[in-house]
């Protein structure tokens, strides 16, 4: 075996290390090209999403790099291929040793990534959170997708107008302790109350976030309350679930459907005329904003703090809020003229 | 075999002995394996921006600490013919009564002491399905590695615990000083001499290697088995706590998530180190050559900006090299043998 194996194992290593020299020259010829040059700062901004593969941070991307190729610095993207709690670290390290000049991280643990972005920021990098947040002390600013009342108001504007401001509506949740959902449900009712004073919210029913519960529960909704105009379902598995009832039903058409929901999720029921209109935010828009906050800190434009505004291209000008968080806006409402659109 | 043996007494000659000591230690399989993480790091550090920095060991020692802890016990289980797939369930179990412990008010000692022991309990009930009810490891530890990571979500939900002292999380972070070696690395040295001398220089050890190359004639000498075999799961399951314990500390986040997928990575580790899959192969230095050159491999690339997908395909690719070079290398061995000695009685394979 001795001869043999020698011979191998020393194939082997040849190989590797010339796959190794390979990759490694062509690729950091490529990617550390302009992470050095700049006169306002390094504007070499990757993006750390919780993990590659996924339509959502896709389009986040895609948003992020329009912003970085229009301000003119160089774009990465970069992620473990699982949504691990501690995946993201190797990768938040090795942008410190590259030393790029901001990091747009999506958080896939609050806390696990928190020394290393912090390590990253003694380095002079500047970290943007979006999406998902980490402790507010390990990052520079977090791009917040929307709020609860804008959520809230939202779906209500959404399903008031296309039941014509009156009539019974009920909602379909997910579990009946969900911290979110309960909370856009009290400010769906304050906000029905001093708006809509002719629309009665009849029911809440929790579908548990299972997409056989929420589809049983939708049926049995419908069943309860014969003159039921709406429902409003604030969870992308709900709606999916209850738009999936309503396509098959008599009830397509004549009761109103509308929530948070994705548009690959949607599509057909858009396309089949069960659902109108519904809302969530607008991932490419999120990338984009995100990008720009980091530029605007890399090159000291901002440093974070409450009541700094910087511009984001054709987005318009934004300000700090409450905990350097920056909010996007308004929840997207997606319709049959723009989910062709996006594809997550 | 046995009946070769009676006939030619005398004649008998083993040419896989018949080189010299030194060559027989310098052409093995661990050999190459330390000499192509020799190669892989001098050609990184040349050729890959970032890479020589000190800090490179720093985050890449960090990296593998988990899997370097855990790949010691598994070593000598997949030595022994066996396997357990539990351990990274048994981290998060680990993780998670730290955790919930600390959160109840237990100092961190104390917490860590306990988490310890549910994951010894943990080896042990792996233990006591294979070997008194005689099941194979496979199914059993497939079986575990969905109970505990079941427990370990349900016990915490999807919330974590992230409370933790200070002190304890930085030194879990914490260098030794004046290096750039992280000081988790005092214990894994300390478990690694511990489980080399167990495995290279004990009668327990020999046993190990005498079950992997056939139990029963292990069990026709005098090993004792089960007991062998018990005791092995019994810490694999113990320093997967302790990693458990370590990781939580080390990300300040007791998650019942934590360290999903992991036990695929000391496997491959463990495989890529020279131990064979059939059991009776393989030694504690080519296994932690084999967790470093994936972990150099993967820091390097990372740092050369290739994707993780491109990651994967390379390590999965030098796996299954490793893994059908052991194979070929074996049949090749035979042949020459074979050849060696018209009328000789198979060899014994090697690899």
Redesign the interface.
């Known amino acids: 075996?001795?001869?043999?194996?020698?011979r191998?194992?020393?194939l082997?290593?040849?190989a590797?290390?010339v796959?190794?020299?390979a990759?490694?020259?062509a690729?950091?010829d490529?990617?550390?090209g302009g992470s050095g040059g700049g006169d306002g700062g390094n504007l070499a901004i990757t993006f750390l999403p919780k993990n590659?593969?996924n339509p959502y941070f896709d389009t986040s991307s895609k948003g992020g790099k329009a912003a970085v190729d229009e301000f003119g610095g160089t774009f990465?993207e970069?992620?473990?291929?699982?949504a691990?709690?501690?995946a993201q670290?190797?990768?938040i390290?090795?942008l410190?040793?590259?030393?790029v000049g901001g990091i747009v991280v999506s958080a896939n643990?609050?806390?696990?990534i928190?020394?290393a972005l912090n390590e990253a920021r003694d380095t002079g990098i500047k970290v943007v959170t979006f999406d998902s947040d980490t402790n507010a002390d390990c990052r520079d600013l977090f791009i917040n997708q929307a709020t609860a009342e804008g959520i809230a108001k939202v779906q209500v504007d959404t399903i008031a107008e296309q039941i014509g401001g009156a009539g019974e509506i009920a909602i379909l949740s997910a579990t009946a302790n969900a911290t979110n959902q309960n909370a856009w449900i009290e400010l769906m009712k304050e906000y029905l109350a001093s708006d809509y004073p002719d629309i009665q919210l009849v029911d809440v029913v929790y579908g548990d976030d299972d997409d056989q519960t929420s589809f049983d529960k939708t049926a049995a909704l419908l069943q309860t309350h014969p003159n039921l105009k709406g429902i409003i379902s604030p969870t992308t598995v709900g709606i999916a679930a209850a738009a999936r009832y309503l396509s098959t039903s008599e009830f397509k058409g004549k009761v109103a459907l509308t929530g948070l929901g994705t548009p690959n999720q949607m599509r057909d029921f858009v396309e089949d005329g069960t659902v109108t209109a519904f809302a969530l935010w607008n991932p490419e828009d999120l990338g984009y904003l995100a990008a720009f906050a980091a530029k605007a800190l890399i090159e000291g434009e901002i440093t974070g703090e409450e009541g700094d505004t910087f511009e984001a291209g054709k987005l318009g000008s934004y300000t700090v809020g409450e905990g350097g968080a920056v909010l996007l806006g308004d929840p997207y409402v997606f319709d049959a003229d723009n989910i062709g659109d996006f594809d997550f | 075999m046995t009946a070769d043996i009676q006939h030619a007494p005398v004649t008998r000659s083993y040419r896989?002995y018949a080189?010299p000591l030194w060559?027989?230690l310098l052409?093995?399989?661990e050999?190459?394996?330390i000499?192509?993480l020799v190669?892989?790091y001098v050609?990184?550090a040349l050729?890959?921006?970032?890479f020589a920095?000190p800090?490179?060991i720093t985050?890449l020692l960090l990296?593998v600490a988990t899997i370097l802890l855990i790949a010691l016990p598994m070593t000598l289980v997949i030595i022994t013919g066996e396997i357990d797939l539990s351990v990274a369930s048994v981290v998060g179990l680990s993780s998670v009564t730290l955790g919930t412990l600390h959160q109840a008010g237990l100092p961190i000692e104390a917490a860590g002491l306990v988490a310890i022991l549910v994951g010894a309990l943990a080896g042990a009930i792996n233990g006591f399905f294979i070997t008194v009810v005689g099941l194979p490891s496979l199914a059993v530890t497939i079986g575990t590695l969905a109970l505990f990571r079941g427990l370990a979500v349900g016990l915490l939900g999807t919330t974590?615990v992230?409370d933790f002292t200070e002190f304890w999380t930085d030194l879990a972070?914490s260098k030794i000083p004046g290096t750039p070696i992280p000081s988790v690395m005092i214990v894994f040295v300390v478990l690694a001499i511990a489980f080399a001398v167990l495995l290279h220089f004990t009668p327990f050890g020999r046993g190990v290697y005498a079950i992997g190359l056939s139990s029963e004639a292990a069990r026709f000498s005098g090993v004792r088995v089960e007991r062998t075999k018990f005791i092995l799961f019994v810490l694999s399951g113990t320093v997967a706590a302790l990693a458990g314990v370590y990781?939580t500390l080390r990300?300040?986040?007791a998650?019942g998530?934590?360290?999903?997928?992991l036990e695929l990575s000391v496997i491959a580790a463990v495989l890529l180190g020279g131990v064979s899959i059939f059991g009776g192969r393989g030694n504690i230095p080519g296994v932690i050559a084999g967790v470093l050159l994936i972990g150099i491999?993967?820091?390097?690339?990372?740092?050369?900006?290739?994707?993780?997908?491109?990651i994967?395909i390379?390590t999965g690719a030098?796996l299954v090299?490793?893994v059908v070079?052991t194979s070929?290398?074996?049949w090749?061995?035979r042949k020459?043998i074979g050849a060696g000695i018209k009328k000789g009685p198979p060899a014994p394979a090697?690899?």
Do not use: W
């Open positions: 075996m001795t001869f043999s194996t020698k191998a194992g020393s082997a290593a040849i590797v290390a796959a190794l020299v990759t490694g020259c690729a950091s490529g990617g550390d590659l593969g990465a970069v992620g473990p291929t699982e691990a709690p501690d670290v190797s990768f390290n090795t410190t040793q590259q030393g643990d609050p806390e696990a928190c020394d | 896989d080189h060559r027989r052409f093995t399989r050999a190459a394996i000499a192509l190669i892989v050609v990184a050729t890959v921006r970032n920095a800090i490179t985050y990296d974590a992230t972070k990781y990300f300040g986040s998650r998530d934590n360290a999903t997928g491999i993967g820091s390097a690339l990372r740092l050369a900006n290739v994707t993780s997908d491109v994967n390379i030098l090299a490793s070079s070929v290398l074996a090749v061995h020459r090697q690899d």
